[in-house]
């Protein structure tokens, strides 16, 4: 009988804990969502029929919508852009971003489609609060490895990435630094210029 | 009574070479008597390798703080945990990426921030979340060289 109680008293005081932790995160729950991504994509890219030369386009879009779900372009942008992000207007902030994910996607979509089963193996996770980071480590098909990690906030209460690093460098930093320097030395109306001109030369 | 007037001015000259030998050595040891005008921030990174306490921490090449301490950081895997003082004046939004760079190609190593945009300022004892690690450049030399496994 004692026993019983004890065993009753002890699940009363865990559920109790779980109770008044709202904000904790069940173990592994970022590295469950990036990884739901990362499947989708490796089942567009190894889509066959998807492959052929005609269906180029719908390739890309199905790429673009299953990466969207996870990816924050506007955190993205908006911490590329760093310290000059409130001097644009909101109109040349939304026009920023479209060129920022276009750009993104022109300069990464064709590296993602060369994948060639190259495997994942998720690695460590750390949550703080509205802030969490995933690393893990792409192994290729003749066995080199490299670290990509994630650095993810939650919004609205869902898991979105703003940051991507491979191999410790990271994707925001190398943006910052130059648009920065353009933004500094010749202004907004040429940063814009130059997006488009780089978007439009990776997507050829 | 001469005696002691001579005794008295040696005493003096003695205090004054003490204090000025107290003076240059907390101003070549760059030591803060007073910390008044500096605020701490930390920041955690894979590797720091290279950095050393004392190193500058700067944006776009000013100088607006110091590395006061690096330590590990045994609660995430070992990484490294850097304690910046950062002057009263230098505000960094918490956005901020903080990286480990280096002088020329073999030259020392320090912090570098690249301000972010975000509305949140950090205030002492913040942490600057985004990160990047001490590029190993013998090691990508020499992968370069011997051709990476």
Not at chain 2, 43 to 67: D, H, M, W
Not at chain 2, 75 to 104: F, N
Request: charged content about 25%; some cysteine.
């Amino acid at each position: 009988m004692k026993l019983i109680f004890t065993v009753i008293s002890i699940c009363c005081i865990f559920y109790l804990t779980a109770l008044a932790w709202p904000g904790k995160v069940t173990a592994g729950e970022v590295a469950v969502e990036v990884k739901k991504t990362v499947d989708a994509v490796v089942v567009i890219v190894t889509d066959n029929d998807l492959k052929k030369k005609q269906n180029g386009q719908k390739r890309r879009a199905a790429l673009k919508q299953a990466i969207g779900r996870i990816f924050d372009y506007t955190e993205m942008a908006r911490r590329s852009m760093g310290a000059h992000w409130k001097e644009l207007t909101l109109v040349q902030q939304k026009e920023f971003t479209d060129l920022f994910a276009s750009l993104l996607e022109n300069t990464y979509g064709g590296k993602i489609e060369s994948y060639n089963n190259e495997k994942v193996l998720y690695g460590k996770e750390s949550v703080e609060g509205t802030h969490a980071e995933l690393e893990s480590r792409v192994i290729t098909a003749r066995g080199n490895d490299y670290t990509l990690g994630y650095r993810l906030l939650r919004k609205e209460g869902r898991w979105m990435v703003y940051d991507v690093y491979i191999e410790g460098v990271s994707l925001i930093s190398n943006y910052r630094t130059q648009f920065n320097k353009i933004f500094n030395e010749r202004g907004y109306s040429e940063l814009v210029k130059k997006l488009r001109a780089k978007s439009a030369e990776q997507a050829e | 009574m001469k005696k002691a007037s001579v005794e008295a001015v040696v005493g003096v000259f003695m205090l004054v070479g003490i204090l000025s030998l107290a003076y240059l050595s907390i101003r070549l040891g760059k030591l803060e008597l007073m910390g008044g005008d500096f605020y701490d921030l930390s920041a955690t990174f894979n590797s720091v390798s290279g950095l050393k306490s004392g190193a500058s921490v700067e944006i776009a090449g000013v100088e607006i703080g110091r590395v006061d301490r690096i330590e590990l950081d045994p609660s995430r895997g070992y990484m490294a945990r850097v304690l910046l003082r950062v002057r009263t004046g230098a505000k960094l939004t918490d956005d901020s990426i903080a990286s480990v760079r280096t002088r020329g190609i073999i030259g020392d190593k320090y912090i570098l921030i690249k301000p972010g945009g975000s509305d949140k300022i950090l205030l002492g004892g913040g942490k600057i979340r985004e990160t990047e690690s001490a590029v190993d450049l013998e090691q990508l030399i020499s992968e370069y060289i011997h051709g990476k496994i």
